[in-house]
């Protein structure tokens, strides 16, 4: 009996051992508990300060007397949503599918070419002038063209939608292929790595956060450019609405397309950084830890 609990106290976890291994579990707890306040932080404070916003508007409005032709009280708003919630929704849907269309059109395109530019110096060096050219073109100005060549269908704020969006994916992606260090390289093809394998393994995901980065910036742009179609020339979407809210003096209505365009540009970036949560977790929780809060 003496030897077998001998060999049992032997085998078993030593003290020590069960100490290391509740410190560890408490660190994991704490690192947890702390990202998961993080989270919750991220999404109670602006919506804390949405209201406290909303409260002053509201309390400013009707202290002050303002007119609802110069600022109308978010209540006024909301019952103006409330009341043309069926205009709303239908421009809203014409414009969310310019937005999709020009911004996916822009993905299709700007990686792409920004391959293609990164592969070919030659190409390069004569594409990539006339892609910043293109740039300092004020959209505004060239879009009457394209209503003139296109119509008043949905084709011109698709294409000025994608002219504004593909610049920040192209390069973004170039500047994440270019981001690579150089002893990465040279230990690749120390161990025999070839320029197919070094893309998919190495630079390509190296790669990944300069292009979401771009794509965050470019689903921005792309509601400026799909309202900025529609102001030039279009009978549906939203910019259309606020050119006829406008018209009519009906502040209310302004308020509500810009917030239903604010929504639109708010669930696109979501989905865009959800998606990035899922293609790269490791380096969101890079990200996370090196956050001040976290450390």
Do not use: C
């Amino acid at each position: 009996m003496s030897r077998r609990h001998t060999i049992d106290s032997t085998v078993g976890p030593q003290p020590n051992d069960r100490g290391i291994e509740s410190v560890e579990e408490h660190v994991q707890a704490a690192v947890r508990g702390r990202a998961r306040s993080a989270r919750v932080a991220s999404v109670v404070a602006p919506v804390v300060t949405f209201g406290l916003i909303l409260v002053i508007w509201e309390v400013a409005v009707r202290a002050f007397d303002i007119s609802v032709l110069i600022l109308p009280a978010p209540t006024r708003i909301a019952t103006e949503m409330a009341g043309d919630i069926g205009i709303l929704a239908h421009h809203g849907l014409v414009t969310t599918t310019e937005i999709l269309t020009g911004y996916l059109l822009s993905i299709l395109v700007g990686i792409p070419l920004a391959l293609v530019l990164f592969f070919s110096p030659i190409l390069s060096r004569a594409i990539f002038p006339l892609i910043v050219s293109s740039q300092l073109i004020p959209k505004v100005a060239i879009a009457p063209l394209f209503v003139i060549w296109l119509g008043f269908g949905p084709m011109p704020k698709v294409i000025i939608t994608f002219l504004i969006s593909f610049f920040p994916i192209t390069i973004s992606t170039m500047v994440g292929l270019n981001s690579i260090q150089r002893e990465k390289v040279l230990l690749a093809r120390s161990m025999g790595m070839g320029a197919a394998g070094m893309f998919w393994r190495i630079r390509l995901p190296q790669a990944l956060p300069s292009v979401f980065a771009g794509l965050k910036i470019a689903v921005t742009l792309a509601v400026i450019g799909a309202v900025v179609g529609e102001f030039v020339g279009s009978d549906s979407g939203l910019g259309y609405l606020l050119l006829v809210a406008d018209g009519n003096f009906n502040t209310p209505l302004l308020f509500a397309s810009i917030i239903v365009l604010t929504a639109i540009g708010v669930v696109g970036y979501a989905a865009v950084v959800i998606l990035e949560r899922l293609t790269i977790p490791w380096y969101v929780l890079q990200t996370n830890a090196t956050r001040p809060e976290n450390q």
